[in-house]
Nanobody, 117 residues
């Protein structure tokens, strides 16, 4: 059973920074994509950033230049460094793991990020 555990959310003032972490249990043997999604109250879930096991990255336009996704494959962990945070970044952030070859998709429980003005 694949388990994803997020940490690092919290309260921060506009302009501040947070780093989210997501640790995945077990070894990952197949090509995969790890990423972060977010959902604000009353809004649809959206992709924030993701990174493939080969190193390619994808960012939402709203976070380009402010957020950075990285992976430490030795410990099966993905990070989201969030700088210059804005109130509109407030949301529950969810870690995601995909295995495209077998159409498998896994989610963490979510961590709250709140940015005050």
């Amino acid at each position: 059973q694949v388990q994803l555990v997020e940490s690092g959310g919290g309260l921060v003032q506009a302009g501040g920074s947070l780093r989210l972490s997501c640790a995945v249990s077990g070894s990952i043997l197949r090509e995969n994509v790890m990423g972060w999604y977010r959902q604000a109250p009353g809004k649809q879930r959206e992709l924030v950033a993701d990174r493939t096991s080969r190193g390619s990255t994808n960012y939402a336009d709203s976070v380009k230049g402010r957020f950075t996704i990285s992976r430490d494959n030795a410990v099966n962990t993905v990070y989201l460094q969030m700088d210059s945070l804005k109130p509109e970044d407030t949301a529950v952030y969810y870690c995601n793991l995909k295995f495209p070859a077998v159409a498998a998709n896994y989610w963490g429980q979510g961590t709250q990020v709140t940015v005050s003005s």
